[in-house]
C-alpha cells in the first residue's frame, strides 16, 4: 500500500479490510476507556498496581493459552484475582510497592511455568506482552465493547466518591465513605481495562495507553473533567495514529502507539521550561491589544474552518471513488483542492495570531501560558506536515511521470516521517488552541469563548467553534473598553 | 468569657482510649458548647488525633461515654467539618482548589453528573469566607503553607458544618502567617458560632482567643480555661510531679516540666 496525501482516502483504503476496521474500533474503545481510568490511575498513583496486573494478566493469558481459551479471560480472572487481592490488603494498598512488587515476580513465574508446558508457538506469547491489535477477531471487538460499557457505568457511578477519596483519603474517609468498598471497586475496574487493553498495547507496555495519557492530561488540565477529555483526545490519537502509521511500515503498531504517547508526554514537559522562556515576554503587555488580536484570529478561524469544509465537500467525490490517487479532471476538484489548501494556509495563520493573542494576555494571566506554548509548537508542527506533504506529492507526481528512483523513495519516507511529526505537534496546537480559549472564556467571563474553544478542536464542528470565539472576543472587546475588570484565573504569585 | 450559647455539643464522662493494650489516656471528662472555641494541646503522641478520631466516629473509646451533638459519634456526621493533620499534598497535584472544595460540599454524592450551580457557588462562598476567593482557579500542588491550610479550611467548611475539627493547621506556618489563620479562624467561630477544636502544639498564638484548653499530656487529660488549666498547680496536682508554667512580659507561656509528663513538651519555643 503506498501512502496518498490525502488522509481521508488513507482511511477508506485500510477500512476495506476487517482486521483493520477491528482494529479502529476495538483500538478507540479502548483508548477511550484507558484514558478515563488512567486519569485515577495517575491521581491515585496506581502506576505500579497498573504494572504489575498487567504482570499477572500474562500469567493468566499464558495459562488460557495452554488450555485452549481464548487469552482474554485468562487475563479477566488473573487481573481481577490479583486486583482484589490489592484492595483486600487495605485502602492504601494499590501504592504500597513491596507487596504488588513480590507478587509480581510471582506471577511473571507462573507465566514462565506455562509458557514452557505450551507446545504450541511462541508468536502467543509475544502477542501478550507486546499486544497484536490487527488479530484482533471480530467476537473479540465485541467482548471488547462489553467489557467496556460495565467499566464506563461502574467508573460514572462512583467517579465523584472515587475523586474524593484519591485526592483526600482522611477527609473522605471521614465523611463516611467507604474507602474499602471504593478501593476494591476501582481496581477491579482497572483490572478489567487492563484486561482489554492488554490486546492493544500488551503487558510490558500497558503504560503507555494506561498511565502516560493521564500524566500527560495532568500537566495540562486543573479540572477532572478537563483532564480525562485530554487524556481520552491523547489516548485515541496515539492509536490511529499508530494504527494509521504501521499500514504503510512493517513495524508493530504498538511501537508507534507508545512512541507517538512518548513524544506527546515529552513536548509537554517540555512546555514547562518553553513557558520560562522570552518566547512568552511581552516588552509592552496590552490586554486590550491581545484581545483585538484575537477578534482576527477567530475570524481567520472561521474563513480557514469553512474553505477548508467547502474543499472537502468538493474533493468527496474524488475521495469516494476508489484507488489511491487523485486526478484532476474537473475544474470542480480544481476549485476544492486549492480551496481546502487556501483554508489550511489561513489555518496557519490563524494559529499565529492566536499565539500573538494569547501570548499579549499571557502577561496579565499565566494560566494562558502553556496553551501559548502549544499552540506554537502547533505552528511548527503544520509547516512541517505541509513540509512533508509537499515531499510526498512531488515524488508521487515524479513517480507517475518517470520511473520512481531512490531519491523519490527517500523523499517519501522522509514526507512520511514530516507528516507525522507534524500531525503529533498539530494535535498538541489544536489542544492548545482549545485550552486557551478555555481559559480565556474563564478569565473574561464568557462561556461563548469557553464553548467556542471546545467546539474548534472538533472537526465537523469547528466552524461553529470559531464563530463562537469570534463573538464571544468582540464581547469581551466591548467590557474591557467599558472599563470592566477581568477576573484573574490563576497568577500563580505563591 | 461567656459561651454565646449554653448548648451542649461534646460531653464525655471517663472516657478511655487506646489501641490492643494500651491505654493512650484515660478518665477524661470533656465538656464543650456551641460556639467555643477550643485548643487541644500536648506533646506527640499523647492521643489528640485519636481524640479527633474518635468524634469522628472512627475509633471507639475502651470504656466511658461520648456524646457528640447529643448521640454517639458516627462516621459521616455532615455537622462536623474535619481538616485532618498533614494533608500530603505534594506540588505534582494540579487539581484547582475548588474542584476539592466542592468535593467537600458533595464528594460523597454517588452516581454520574457534572458539578451543580448549587456546589459552585456553596464551594466560592467557603473559599471567600477563608479569604481564598482568588485561589479558586490555582492548582493545590501551587500554593504555599498557609494558602492550602486556609483552601482545607474552606473545604472543611463548605457544608456550613456545625462544629469544626482541625488538627495541627498552624504547624509549618510560620509565626505571622499563623497568627493570621488564627484570627481568621476565630473570626469563623464569633460569626458563624462554628464549635471549633484546634489541635496544636504551640498554645501562645491562640491565647487570646481560647474559650477552652483541652490539655493531653501523660495519659491525662485536662480541661477548662486556659486561666485555669494552664497554671503550675493545676498541672502539678495533674500530673504528680512539679510542672512549672512560667509568663513572660507579653503574657506568653512556657511550660517547663513538660519533659518528665510526657515529652518534649515545652511550649513557647521560637517565641521572643
Known amino acids: ?323 489511491p490517487v487523485i486526478a484532476f479532471t474537473s475544474a470542480l476538484l480544481d476549485v476544492g483542492f486549492a480551496l481546502a489548501v487556501t483554508g489550511a494556509v489561513v489555518g496557519i495563520a490563524a494559529y499565529l495570531l492566536y499565539f500573538w493573542g494569547f501570548r499579549k494576555v499571557t502577561s496579565v494571566e499565566r494560566d494562558l501560558s502553556s496553551p501559548t506554548v502549544l499552540v506554537l509548537l502547533g505552528i511548527l508542527g503544520f509547516a512541517l506536515a505541509f513540509g512533508g506533504e509537499a515531499l510526498l506529492y512531488g515524488g508521487q507526481v515524479s513517480a507517475y511521470g518517470s520511473p520512481a528512483g531512490p531519491a523519490a523513495a527517500l523523499a517519501a519516507l522522509g514526507g512520511i516521517a514530516l507528516v507525522w511529526v507534524g500531525l503529533t505537534l498539530g494535535f498538541l496546537g489544536a489542544l492548545g488552541l482549545a485550552l486557551g480559549n478555555w481559559r480565556a472564556g474563564q478569565r473574561y467571563q464568557e462561556e461563548t469563548i469557553r464553548v467556542g474553544g471546545f467546539l474548534s478542536f472538533l472537526p465537523v464542528l469547528s466552524i461553529a467553534g470559531y464563530v463562537l470565539c469570534c463573538i464571544g472576543y468582540v464581547r469581551t472587546g466591548r467590557k474591557l473598553a467599558r472599563g470592566w475588570q477581568a477576573v484573574p484565573v490563576g497568577s500563580r504569585t505563591g | 468569657m461567656e459561651p454565646l450559647a449554653s448548648s451542649e455539643i461534646i460531653r464525655a464522662e471517663h472516657l478511655e482510649v487506646g489501641f490492643g493494650d494500651k491505654v493512650v489516656w484515660q478518665d477524661a471528662n470533656l465538656d464543650v458548647r456551641r460556639g467555643e472555641f477550643v485548643a487541644v494541646i500536648g506533646p506527640n503522641g499523647a492521643g489528640k488525633t485519636t481524640l479527633f478520631r474518635m468524634l469522628l466516629g472512627l475509633h471507639r473509646p475502651r470504656a466511658g461515654t461520648i456524646k457528640v451533638f447529643g448521640s454517639t459519634p458516627r462516621r459521616g456526621n455532615r455537622k462536623i467539618g474535619y481538616v485532618p493533620q498533614r494533608h500530603t499534598v505534594d506540588n505534582d497535584t494540579h487539581v484547582a482548589c475548588d474542584v476539592l472544595v466542592r468535593l467537600g460540599y458533595s464528594g460523597t454524592r454517588w452516581g454520574p453528573g457534572i458539578f451543580s450551580r448549587a456546589e459552585r457557588e456553596a464551594a466560592a462562598e467557603a473559599l471567600q469566607a477563608v479569604g481564598a476567593a482568588e485561589m479558586a482557579n490555582k492548582p493545590i500542588g ?57 489541635v496544636a502544639h504551640d498554645i501562645n498564638p491562640l491565647i487570646p482567643c481560647l474559650d477552652k484548653v483541652i490539655y493531653i499530656a501523660n495519659g491525662k487529660v485536662a480541661t477548662g480555661t486556659p486561666g485555669k488549666v494552664l497554671t503550675s498547680e493545676s498541672l502539678t496536682a495533674l500530673y504528680g510531679v512539679q510542672v512549672e508554667v512560667l509568663r513572660d512580659s507579653r503574657n506568653n507561656i512556657v511550660i517547663v516540666g513538660g519533659e518528665d509528663v510526657g515529652g518534649e513538651d515545652t511550649h513557647g519555643d521560637g517565641e521572643t
Open chain 1, 1 to 323: 500500500m503506498s501512502f496518498d496525501w490525502n488522509i481521508v482516502t488513507d482511511l477508506r483504503t485500510m477500512w476495506q479490510y476487517a482486521f483493520m476496521r477491528n482494529a479502529f474500533e476495538a483500538g478507540t474503545v479502548i483508548a477511550i476507556v484507558a484514558g478515563i481510568i488512567g486519569y485515577f490511575v495517575v491521581l491515585r498513583r496506581a502506576a505500579f498496581a497498573t504494572h504489575a496486573l498487567g504482570h499477572t494478566g500474562f500469567s493468566g493469558a499464558a495459562a488460557a493459552v495452554l488450555f485452549g481459551v481464548n487469552p482474554v479471560y485468562g487475563l479477566l480472572l488473573f487481573t481481577t484475582a490479583t486486583g482484589g487481592g490489592i484492595a483486600l490488603l487495605g485502602p492504601k494498598a494499590d501504592d504500597s510497592d513491596v507487596a504488588i512488587g513480590t507478587v509480581l515476580a510471582f506471577a511473571l513465574g507462573m507465566g514462565l511455568l506455562f509458557l514452557s508446558l505450551y507446545t504450541g508457538y511462541a508468536t502467543e506469547a509475544y502477542s501478550i506482552l507486546f499486544g497484536e491489535i490487527l488479530g484482533i477477531s471480530a467476537s473479540g471487538v465485541v467482548f471488547t465493547y462489553e467489557a467496556s460499557v460495565v467499566v464506563l457505568l461502574v467508573i460514572a457511578f462512583i467517579a465523584r466518591p472515587l475523586l474524593f477519596a484519591s485526592l483526600d483519603e482522611d477527609v473522605a474517609e471521614a465523611k463516611g465513605l467507604p474507602m474499602m468498598a471504593l478501593s476494591m471497586a476501582f481496581i477491579l475496574v482497572l483490572a478489567v481495562t487492563i484486561s482489554i487493553a492488554v490486546q492493544i498495547i500488551g503487558v510490558l507496555l500497558i503504560f503507555a495507553l494506561m498511565v502516560t495519557p493521564g500524566a500527560t492530561a495532568v500537566r495540562l488540565t486543573k479540572t477532572p473533567l478537563a483532564a480525562v477529555l485530554v487524556s481520552v483526545t491523547v489516548a485515541v490519537f496515539a492509536t490511529w495514529a499508530g494504527l494509521f502509521v504501521s499500514w504503510y511500515e512493517p513495524y508493530p503498531v504498538s511501537f508507534f502507539i507508545v512512541s507517538i504517547v512518548f513524544a506527546i508526554y515529552v513536548i509537554v514537559r517540555s512546555v514547562d521550561v518553553l513557558q520560562k522562556s522570552r518566547l512568552l515576554r511581552v516588552p509592552h503587555p496590552s490586554e486590550k491589544e491581545g484581545i483585538g488580536t484575537l477578534q482576527i484570529a477567530s475570524s481567520l478561524g472561521v474563513a480557514s474552518a469553512v474553505m477548508l469544509s467547502v474543499g472537502v465537500v468538493l474533493l468527496l467525490p474524488s475521495i469516494l471513488a476508489t484507488g
Open chain 2, 142 to 198: 501551587s500554593l504555599s503553607g498557609g494558602e492550602m491550610q486556609r483552601v482545607f479550611l474552606a473545604e472543611a467548611l463548605v457544608g456550613n458544618p456545625e462544629m469544626l475539627l482541625l488538627d495541627e493547621p498552624l504547624s509549618n506556618l510560620d509565626l505571622r502567617r499563623s497568627r493570621d489563620l488564627v484570627q481568621l479562624i476565630n473570626g469563623l467561630v464569633r460569626s458563624r458560632h462554628v464549635t471549633t477544636l484546634l
